[in-house]
């Protein structure tokens, strides 16, 4: 049975396709339409989705109804209505936990979806077995840990439901402990919050300058972690103490600063690459199907069709220490993974400043590394996998690296091994074999607020405009 899943009417359209135990395409609508965060799916889109064949039903990954009804009480900017039809529909956090458990490795896991809201949900507990997802726990709007968050991502100067992200980078670069007790006022413990935050913070009554923005971003990455840490221990300890493994989901599991701290807790973690609700056009086909699929990786989207270049990609960095690349098929999920990334050397301390110029994004926004998997615990502190840059561990070897390490000594690590990507693993391999250094900066090819690039007719713009060649 084929099944196609898809979301609209929030901040990152998508559609899936499901046929039987396998993932056949999963794309985003903003990499087709070039308007970053693009609420709504759009013809290239499904186009690209139908080449896989007419589905047998279509699936949509959240109750229209449900979410006009809570728009109506309470008021808010979003819309509710989605432009296509569909055959099913599913609650938002339940599109939520079947998009993380299913594709998961485990047969047992507690599910945890924290985000802004769905239709009236915010944060919800799933116990996972075999092939039964059941709810434990539902906390309803408006005590929610997305809504705090994004509510000081608005009081900051940054766009609500997309810079959380840029917050989170701020973070670094402040004193937590300038504004903790003020922002804790905002959240003191995990069942309380000061007020709705839908209309976001109503009542700071200082000024805030440059500085201020920092020292607030780190408060609130710390209260957050905080509060998230009580909530994860909850679940652990009290809602599911026979489970070891964790499924994480929802725009929540995006805080990969703060998912760090969950190995302390849980045994396994699964956190899919694509947790916020683009992913949840997959979670509908999968509430649908109600049963796991094969996971072969987040290369899912539109394909270029062209063989890793790898030796290519390799001399480019050897003499040029950078090397934009496009191959394959699309990323699903927020972070570049190699097949539309630029790559770069990370021991070049003054590569930060080209890439950055490339991009022309914030300079203290970091880079990520991407590691050959096995060299992995001897460069981060770390005893886990992380192929999709979802953790970040302190780095072991910051004067050799120092491109790849964030201001406060931690790196958003991409683990690869030679099975998930033997074309980006051949890549690192050779440049070990040259430099004894296993590891490469892999940021986003995209400039500053807009999608990834997916198609060659965007490639083609690229190069033409920042003058800058894409191995391809
Ligand atoms: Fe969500």
Redesign the pocket.
Same mark, same amino acid.
């Given at each position: 049975m084929k099944i196609l899943g898809f979301n609209e009417t929030?901040h990152d359209a998508a559609v899936a396709v499901v046929k039987n135990g396998m993932i056949l395409f999963a794309g985003h609508a903003e990499r087709y339409s070039k308007e970053k965060n693009d609420w709504y799916t759009n013809d290239d889109l499904w186009n690209d989705a139908l080449r896989w064949g007419k589905p047998d039903a279509i699936a949509y990954y959240?109750k229209p109804w449900l979410k006009k009804f809570r728009l109506w009480k309470n008021g808010g900017a979003a819309d509710w209505k989605p432009k296509h039809r569909y055959d099913v529909s599913f609650k938002?956090?339940y599109?939520?936990a079947c998009a993380g458990y299913y594709t998961s490795p485990f047969d047992k896991a507690a599910i945890v979806?924290l985000?802004?809201? *769905?239709e009236f949900a915010t944060s919800t507990v799933w116990s996972g077995n075999g092939e039964e997802i059941k709810l434990v726990k539902e906390i309803k709007y408006p005590l929610s840990f997305?809504l705090f968050y994004t509510a000081f991502t608005k009081l900051v100067g940054l766009k609500p439901n997309e810079h959380e992200y840029i917050l989170m980078g701020m973070a670094g670069y402040g004193d937590p402990t300038r504004y903790f007790k003020k922002v804790s006022e905002y959240f003191p413990y995990t069942g309380k919050q000061k007020y709705n935050y839908h209309k976001g913070i109503t009542d700071w009554d200082e000024p805030i300058d440059e500085q201020a923005k920092f020292d607030i971003a780190a408060a609130v990455q710390r209260v957050y972690e905080y509060r998230l840490w009580d909530f994860m221990c909850q679940v652990r300890n009290e809602l599911l103490p026979d489970y070891d493994n964790l499924v994480f989901m929802? *725009?929540c599991a995006l805080n990969a600063s703060a998912n760090t701290m969950l190995w302390k807790i849980f045994d396994n973690i699964w956190i899919m690459p694509n947790p916020?609700?683009a992913g949840?056009s997959l979670g509908a086909a999968l509430a649908l199907r109600g049963r796991h699929v094969k996971w072969e990786g987040p290369y899912l989207g539109y394909d270029l069709g062209n063989e890793y270049p790898v030796d290519a990609i390799f001399n480019e960095i050897m003499t040029n220490r950078v090397c934009a690349v496009a191959a394959g098929r699309a990323e699903f999920g927020p972070r570049a993974l190699g097949n539309r990334s630029i790559l770069a050397d990370p021991r070049d301390p003054d590569i930060k400043d080209k890439v950055n110029r490339i991009k022309q994004r914030e300079l203290f926004r970091p880079f990520a590394p991407v590691v050959m998997a096995e060299h992995a615990s001897e460069w981060f502190d770390m005893n886990y996998e992380s192929p999709y840059m979802q953790y970040t561990p302190r780095c072991l070897k910051p004067d050799i690296i120092p491109s790849v390490v964030h201001v406060d000594g931690t790196s958003r690590v991409q683990t690869v091994t030679r099975e998930q990507h033997p074309g980006l693993y051949s890549v690192l391999e050779k440049f070990y074999n040259e430099t004894g250094v296993p590891v490469l900066l892999n940021t986003s090819l995209n400039v500053k607020g807009q999608p990834l690039l997916n198609d060659e007719e965007d490639i083609k713009l690229w190069e033409e405009t920042y003058n800058t060649k894409i191995v391809r």
């Open positions: 929030s959240e938002h956090h599109s939520h979806v985000d802004a809201m *769905g997305g929802g *725009g916020g609700d949840s």
